[in-house]
């Protein structure tokens, strides 16, 4: 529990720091424990820790069920979306947020998963995952889509809440070229969807272990963290499945 708690302690603690140097806004720090043990998770929970992400469908549901004690935890789903495994995510105890809806079919799966399984009768957070690199091996929609796919999550998907926009961006960035290109992107997307939609306010979710800092300098509200708590991750030798 000490090792968590100076871990969780050091990280939250950079970045409230640097959220209050920027925009005097503490950002989220979503503590990202996959293919870590349930009992890492707890440990982190007895630190003082709420929220946490997964990227693997059948892994977070499992935890979520080993941990469903915990009365306020809160689970993020941050790894790629296909539409037949919607349903089987909404079952998950305490989901709180889906940082990846990409495209019409997963969100209306989605949707309709949670109107039939949420835990809850409040709406599902959602952020709309932006291909900010536009490279090929990335999930996301483009953003010349996110209006449309806005719109649709807005109109078409009752059991849904668009919380914000969401991009893990080109790998290995080089900060000394200056601002990463892909978070001025999606803050971008974030702005033009603010305008095209007259909503009042949209969370920007980007930003990882290497970039945290920076991506709250820039504006993020939602920094995904994992190695910098848990550490390395050992990745069994059989493929997870989603």
């Known amino acids: 529990k000490q090792w968590y708690q100076r871990r969780v302690a050091i990280t939250a603690g950079n970045s409230a720091l640097e959220a209050h140097r920027t925009h005097d806004n503490r950002a989220r720090l979503v503590a990202v424990s996959k293919t870590k043990p349930a009992e890492d998770v707890e440990a982190a929970y007895a630190a003082g820790h709420r929220h946490f992400g997964e990227n693997y469908v059948n892994e977070l549901v499992e935890k979520s069920l080993q941990l469903q004690h915990l009365p306020d935890i809160r689970w993020h789903f941050i790894g790629n979306l296909q539409k037949k495994n919607c349903s089987k995510l909404t079952t998950c105890r305490n989901l709180a947020v ?13 949707n309709n998963g949670w109107l039939r399984n949420g835990d809850t009768d409040d709406e599902l957070d959602v952020f709309i995952q932006v291909n900010t690199s536009r490279e090929e091996q990335k999930s996301g929609c483009m953003p010349e889509s996110v209006v449309s796919l806005a719109r649709f999550i807005l109109d078409e998907c009752s059991g849904l809440r668009l919380r914000g926009v969401m991009t893990i961006g080109q790998f290995g960035y080089d900060w000394s070229q200056g601002d990463n290109p892909d978070f001025m992107e999606l803050l971008r997307c974030r702005d033009v969807l603010l305008k095209d939609l007259e909503l009042e306010k949209l969370e920007i979710s980007m930003g990882m272990s290497e970039d945290y800092a920076e991506a709250i300098r820039m504006g993020s509200t939602n920094v995904r963290v994992g190695s910098k708590i848990f550490g390395a991750r050992d990745y069994p030798n059989k493929k997870l499945e989603f």
């Open 98 to 110: 889906v940082e990846t809806v990409d495209s019409e079919k997963v969100a209306r799966a989605l």
